[in-house]
C-alpha cells in the first residue's frame, strides 16, 4: 500500500512529542543580546523631540539613521518604514530599537517623546486614499435588472480578527562574516531574504533565513516577519552580536498584522423561480496605515464575491483604503471569508424575499462543470457544488429540522462556498517557483522553502514523493527550510503548498525514477553517488488572466465545501451555543485524511471564532483588548463537535488529483451560523454576532 491516502506518522511528531523540536525562544548563540522596540502612543503625528527617561548605558540602541539601506519594508508598494523617521501614522509604530544582555533589564528602555498631534482618520468609509481599486464586470448590467422579478439589497460588515498563534512572532538575528542570519518563527522564509537584502543592502548570498519550528501562522507570519528580522538585524549588526527579539502575547496582538474589516453592499435582481439575473457588489476593507498585502487580500475577496453561482450580468467594485490603524495583511482566507460572508447572508435574504427554501435557491444558481465562473473560468469537470450540498443536506437531516425547530431555541443554517487553490491568475508563473529532489545514501530528501507551520507540510511532501518515486514513506527525508540550501518554492501560503509545491515535487520525482533505471535510490547511489532534480513551476493549460478585466482563469483549480450550522440560543444572555457543525468539503484528494480532517476542523473553530465571540475593540486607533483575558476565542468547551465529511473530486493536474484545503474552512462557518440564526427569526448582517448584536436583532424583530 502506498504512502498516499494513509494516516502515515508525521514526520515531526516525534520531535515535536519529545520536546526535542526547537521553537526560536529555545534558540540561544554566545553573546546574545535581547531586543525590544519602543513605539509610537498616538495614531497619527509628527515626532518633536526623543529623551530617554533611563540611564542608557550598557543598552545599544538603533534608530532608522543606523539602517544601512533603504527605510522601506519590502513587499508589494515602498510605504512602510521599519522605523519612524518623523512621521506617525498608526498607534505602535517602530520608532527605536533598543538591546540588552538581560532581557529584564530592557524594562528599564523607556523614553519620553514629544509629539506634534494631528486628527486621525479611523473610518474607512470617510478614507479618500485607497491602496487598491478593483473593478469586474461580465455582462449586461441593466438588462440584467431590468429582466428581474425581484431586486434585494443590503449590506454586510465583518470586523478585525487576530490571528492567535501559540507561539508569538520571534526571531535571533546572527552577524555571519560580512552578512546575516535570521533564525525564526517564519512563514515564508524568501520575503525575509528579498526584504533584508533591500534593507540591508547585502549581496543575496551574505544573507540566510532559517525556519524554526513555526508554533502557528494563519498568515500572520506571513509577511510581519520581514519586520521583526530587520529589528533584529539592525541591532545585531549595530551591536556586532546575535539579537533575539520575542514579542510578548499584548505586544503581538497591539501591533501585528489582523483580518481586514469589510463593509460589502449587494444588489442582486433575481427571477421568481430564484435564477440570478444580476448581481452588483461594493466591497470596502480597511487596510490600516500600510499597503502591506492589502491588493492581493482584496484581490481574492472581489473573485470570491459572487459565490460559487451562476450569474451572467454582474459588476463587482473593491477597494482597500487607508486609517490611521495598525496595517492589516494576510490572515487564513485571505479577503474571502469576507465576501463570502456578504454572498451567503445575501442569499438568504433572497431565498426569504422568494418566500423559497434556501437549498432549493442554491440547487438552481450553483455553478455546475461547464459553467462560467463571475471571471469567466470555465468549471472543470471537479466542480462539486451541487454534490457537497446534497450530502451536506442529507448527512444532517436538514429540512427536518428545519421544519421541527421553526418557533424554538434552535437554529439550523448552511453555506455554500469555494476557494480558488494557488496564487491569483498569473501569480504562480510570475512566482516561477522551484523545487529540489535530492537522491542521499539512504534514500531521498526534500529541498523546498515551504515551512511547517502545523499544517503537516513535511509529511504530506513526504508522501507525495514516495509515491511518485515508488519508494517506502520512511525512505524521504525532509530538510528545514534554509535559504542558503533549499530553492525558492514560494511561500507557505494561498493554499498552495500541497497542490502546487506537492505537483512540483511529483514531477522532480518521476523524472529521478526514470533517471533510477529501475534501481532503488540506495543501490543507484552505491553504484554511481548522488544527483538532484530541480523542477520549476508549468502553468496547466487554461485561458489566460487579465489583470485589467480581471476576466481568465482566476486559479487552476477551486476546493468546494458545504457547511451546516446547528445551534442554540441562551434567551436571557443572548448568547449562541453551536451545538453541531458539518463540513463537507471536495479538496480533490486528502494525502493525509487524518491531517486534512485536522485543517478542517481548525478552520472551522476559527470560523466559528469570527462569527461569534472574537472581537477586537479599537481605541484611540489601536487594539484595546490585546490580551487574551478579553480578546477571547472558541475553547474545547465553545467548539461543538465538528463532523467532517472530505467528498473527492480529484482535479487533474494536481498531485494525485490534490487540490487546496488550508484555507477553505474558514470560509463557511461566519455565514452557516448567520442563517441559522435568520432560521430564528434573527436579522443579523455583522460579524461578530455578540449577545449585544442578537439582542439589537431581537428587539428589531419583536417591533416589527
Known amino acids: 500500500m502506498g504512502a498516499v491516502g494513509t494516516n502515515v506518522p508525521r514526520k515531526d511528531s516525534a520531535a515535536k512529542v519529545a520536546g526535542a523540536a526547537k521553537y526560536v525562544d529555545d534558540i540561544s548563540f554566545p553573546g546574545m543580546l535581547h531586543g525590544t522596540t519602543i513605539r509610537a502612543t498616538i495614531p497619527c503625528g509628527r515626532i518633536r523631540s526623543i529623551q530617554p527617561a533611563f540611564d542608557p548605558a550598557g543598552f545599544v540602541v538603533a534608530d532608522y539613521r543606523d539602517i544601512p539601506g533603504e527605510n522601506v519594508v519590502q513587499l508589494i508598494d515602498d510605504d512602510q518604514p521599519y522605523l519612524v523617521q518623523s512621521e506617525v501614522r498608526h498607534l505602535a509604530e517602530p520608532i527605536l530599537l533598543v538591546a540588552h544582555e538581560d532581557r529584564e533589564g530592557l524594562l528599564e528602555a523607556r523614553y519620553e517623546i514629544e509629539y506634534d498631534r494631528s486628527e486621525p482618520l479611523l473610518d474607512p468609509r470617510k478614507s479618500t486614499r485607497a491602496f487598491k481599486t478593483i473593478l469586474m464586470e461580465r455582462g449586461d448590467l441593466a ?112 501591533a501585528t498584522t ?41 484581490s481574492r475577496g472581489v473573485i470570491h464575491a459572487v459565490g460559487p453561482y451562476r450569474c451572467e450580468n454582474l459588476r463587482v467594485s473593491g477597494r482597500v483604503v487607508f486609517t490611521n490603524t495598525p496595517p492589516n495583511g494576510a490572515f487564513r482566507g485571505f479577503g474571502a471569508p469576507q465576501t463570502i460572508f456578504a454572498a451567503e447572508v445575501h442569499m438568504e435574504r433572497i431565498a426569504e424575499a422568494l418566500g423559497m427554501d434556501p437549498v432549493r435557491l442554491r440547487e438552481v444558481n450553483a455553478l455546475a462543470p461547464g459553467d462560467r465562473t463571475a471571471t469567466g473560468q470555465v468549471v472543470e469537470e471537479d466542480g462539486s457544488a451541487l454534490d457537497v450540498l446534497a450530502r451536506a443536506v442529507e448527512r444532517t437531516d436538514f429540512h427536518r429540522k428545519r421544519r421541527e425547530w421553526k418557533g424554538t431555541r434552535r437554529g439550523i443554517g448552511l453555506a455554500l462556498f469555494y476557494h480558488g487553490s494557488g496564487f491569483t491568475g498569473s501569480g504562480e508563473s510570475w512566482l516561477k517557483s522551484k523545487c529540489t529532489l535530492e537522491l542521499t545514501r539512504t ?55 500541497c497542490m502546487v509545491v506537492g505537483g512540483i515535487l511529483a514531477r522532480c520525482a518521476a523524472e529521478m525514477k526514470e533517471r533510477l533505471g529501475g534501481l532503488s535510490p540506495r543501490e543507484y547511489f552505491a553504484r554511481h553517488g548522488g544527483f538532484a532534480v530541480t ?58 485524511p487524518r491531517m486534512a480532517a485536522g485543517q478542517i476542523e481548525g478552520g472551522t473553530a476559527q470560523g466559528i471564532g469570527f462569527a461569534t465571540i472574537e472581537k477586537v475593540v479599537m481605541a484611540n486607533g489601536g487594539m484595546a483588548n490585546c490580551q487574551l483575558t478579553n480578546y477571547t476565542i472558541p475553547t474545547t468547551i465553545d467548539v461543538p463537535e465538528i463532523d467532517v465529511v472530505i467528498a473527492e473530486h480529484p482535479y487533474r493536474h494536481g498531485p494525485f488529483g490534490a487540490k ?45
Not at 513551476?537 to 485589467?548: I, L, N, S, T
Request: glycine share 10%.
Open 143 to 254: 438588462r440584467g435588472f431590468a429582466e428581474a422579478d425581484l431586486v434585494v439589497e443590503g449590506e454586510y460588515t465583518t470586523g478585525h480578527q487576530e490571528q492567535l498563534y501559540i507561539e508569538p512572532n520571534g526571531v535571533v538575528a546572527v552577524p555571519e562574516g560580512d552578512g546575516i542570519a535570521i533564525h525564526g518563527s517564519i512563514q515564508c522564509p524568501y520575503y525575509v531574504h528579498k526584504a533584508l537584502v533591500r534593507l540591508l543592502a547585502l549581496p543575496g548570498e551574505n544573507v540566510r533565513v532559517v525556519a524554526c519550528e513555526v508554533g502557528g501562522g494563519f498568515g500572520g507570519k506571513e509577511e510581519y516577519p520581514s519586520i521583526l528580522a530587520g529589528h533584529a538585524a539592525i541591532l545585531a549588526l549595530k551591536a556586532r552580536r546575535p539579537v533575539k527579539i520575542v514579542y510578548d502575547r499584548q505586544e503581538d496582538m497591539l
Open 258 to 298: 489582523k483580518r481586514h474589516p469589510s463593509i460589502v453592499r449587494h444588489r442582486t435582481g433575481v427571477k421568481r423561480d430564484g435564477s440570478l439575473t444580476a448581481t452588483e457588489i461594493d466591497i470596502l476593507m480597511d487596510g490600516g496605515a500600510y499597503a502591506t498585502l492589502s491588493a492581493v487580500v482584496l
Open 443 to 497: 534514500g531521498v530528501r526534500v529541498l523546498v522553502a515551504s515551512t511547517e507551520i502545523g499544517q503537516g507540510t513535511r509529511t504530506m511532501h513526504a508522501q507525495i514523493v514516495a509515491d511518485a518515486l515508488g519508494v517506502p514513506y520512511e525512505d524521504v527525508e525532509t530538510s528545514q527550510p534554509d535559504t542558503s540550501a533549499v530553492p525558492d518554492s514560494g511561500p507557505t501560503v494561498a493554499s498552495r503548498t
Open 535 to 592: 523542477k520549476e513551476y508549468e502553468r496547466p493549460p487554461g485561458p489566460a488572466w487579465d489583470d485589467r478585466t480581471y476576466q481568465g482563469q482566476a486559479y487552476a483549480a477551486y476546493a468546494w465545501a458545504c457547511d451546516v450550522a446547528e445551534l442554540e440560543l441562551d434567551p436571557d444572555a443572548y448568547e449562541i451555543r453551536p451545538i453541531r457543525m458539518t463540513s463537507v468539503s471536495d479538496i480533490g484528494k486528502a494525502i493525509h
Open 660 to 704: 487546496g484545503v488550508g484555507e477553505l474552512p474558514m470560509d463557511g462557518p461566519a455565514p452557516a451560523i448567520v442563517a441559522a440564526l435568520r432560521h430564528l427569526g434573527l436579522d443579523i448582517r455583522d460579524v461578530p454576532a455578540t449577545p449585544e448584536r442578537i439582542l439589537e436583532a431581537s428587539e428589531r424583530c419583536a417591533s416589527s
